[in-house]
């Protein structure tokens, strides 16, 4: 399995990294994360590797993490994406993501 994390700011990718490896461990998982610092960086290796599951910051960019989930569901409507945040999302930025088809929003603050 290939997981993508895809966030501007180091230490939460460092985190969740740290949290999927120690995660992958205990369960005896073999998967391969890669980390991107930029969206535009994941949308370039997207146009030749497919993620399995992402894990896509919603306020970064440009392009931020809705317009990059975006293009992700253009090209692949199977890989599982769950968005991230350390910021308030009000109801409706929730709601206006339901065409993209997320699995789960969740705060950094859970690793």
């Known amino acids: 399995m290939k997981i ?12 969740l990294a740290a949290f999927l490896a120690e995660w ?5 998982l073999d998967f391969s994360v890669t980390v991107f610092h930029k969206s535009s960086d994941f949308l370039k290796a997207f146009e030749t590797a497919r993620y399995s599951l992402v894990f896509m910051d919603i306020y970064m960019g440009p392009p931020s993490g809705i317009e990059t989930a ?6 692949d409507s199977h890989a599982l994406l769950i968005f991230l945040t350390s910021t308030y999302m009000s109801n409706s930025m929730i ?16 690793v």
């Open 4 to 15: 993508a994390i895809v966030d501007d700011d180091a230490q939460d990718t460092d985190r």
């Open 24 to 28: 992958s461990e205990e369960h005896h």
């Open 70 to 75: 975006m293009k992700l569901r253009e090209k």
């Open 95 to 110: 709601s206006s993501t339901t065409a993209i088809m997320p699995i789960y929003f969740t705060e950094i603050s859970f």
